[in-house]
């Protein structure tokens, strides 16, 4: 009764619900700064390929798995590759913006800390990429892993990833892909009731195995987005709704006991002793 969302079968509180035309304004305003911000971002190449190479070894000294066991995995089926092509390069974005539709209409106000959530964690990432650029590992020679976007497509990026006007190739560190599926996993688990709400975790685990398989990020680059989403989690907490309670009756000035919230029986009780001097007469 007290948890922090409602029922699934609780109707939507419309009261809770912001204007559509506003969030609409907000969130393309959002994404176009984000897309300003990592194209500001571009053109730290040799920055980008020498933090490369520190992430990498630095993996190595925290004897993190290797990506290319991952990606070995991949490239036994072409087929198989192929479809984890597609889902980096046509899930991200229409899956997160799904979840913010269908949070708007059945759970305004999940809705509304989805949204502050996915633009902290946004936000933050962009900071690091202007911080921290990064070539991935599938342009890190000492790495030795396929670039399987441009080897067996499809891919969102560019032949020549220093002059990519369309995308910031640099910007791998950390992972908005994986940040973003984590999300809208956290978010569906919160805002349902089901009990299959938990596959919705299916949604994370292949973005991971898909982000490092393609060699587009290193292990490092989800752990430090998981990192800064617990952080966002902890910081905007999803406001409670008050239970409804029935009024409380007001104080008596005489001080006599306040009348109950219950309603009187038809025929109220007589007293005893009304009774008695009654029937003698």
């Known amino acids: 009764m007290y948890a922090g969302s409602e029922p699934a079968d609780r109707e939507p509180d419309s009261s809770a619900r912001p204007p559509l035309v506003r969030e609409l304004l907000l969130v393309v305003g959002l994404f176009v700064i984000y897309k300003i ?39 036994h089926n072409e087929t198989l590759i192929h479809l984890a092509n597609t889902y980096y390069a046509t899930v991200h974005f229409p899956a997160t913006l799904l979840f913010l539709v269908w949070l708007y209409w059945r759970r305004p106000r999940h809705y509304v800390w989805s949204r502050r959530i996915l633009a902290a964690l946004t936000g933050a990432a962009l900071a690091l990429h202007l911080l921290f650029p990064l070539a991935p ?14 080897v067996y497509g499809p891919t969102v990026y560019g032949a020549t990833p220093a002059t990519d006007s369309m995308a910031n190739q640099f910007a791998a560190m950390p992972s908005l892909h994986f940040g973003w599926a984590v999300m809208v996993a956290v978010g569906l688990n919160v805002a349902t009731r089901t009990r299959w709400r938990w596959l919705w975790l299916l949604h994370p685990l292949i973005t991971l195995l898909v982000i490092v398989g393609t060699a ?22 999803l406001p409670r709704t008050d239970p409804v309670r029935a009024p409380l009756p007001w104080p008596s000035t005489t001080g006599e006991p306040a009348p109950s919230a219950v309603p009187y029986a038809t025929e109220p009780a007589v007293p005893a002793a009304y009774a008695s001097t009654g029937a003698r007469r």
Request: hydrophobic share 50%.
């Open 37 to 75: 911000g990592r194209r500001a971002a571009n053109g730290h190449v040799d920055e980008a390929y020498r933090n490369a190479g520190d992430v990498w070894d630095f993996e190595r000294a925290v004897h993190l798995p290797g990506e290319g066991a991952v990606q070995s995995l991949l490239l």
């Open 137 to 150: 590992p599938r342009l890190l020679d000492a790495a030795g892993l396929v670039d399987t976007g441009q």
């Open 216 to 237: 587009n990020h290193y292990w490092l680059d989800s752990i430090v987005v998981s990192a800064l989403l617990a952080v966002a989690l902890a910081a905007l907490r």
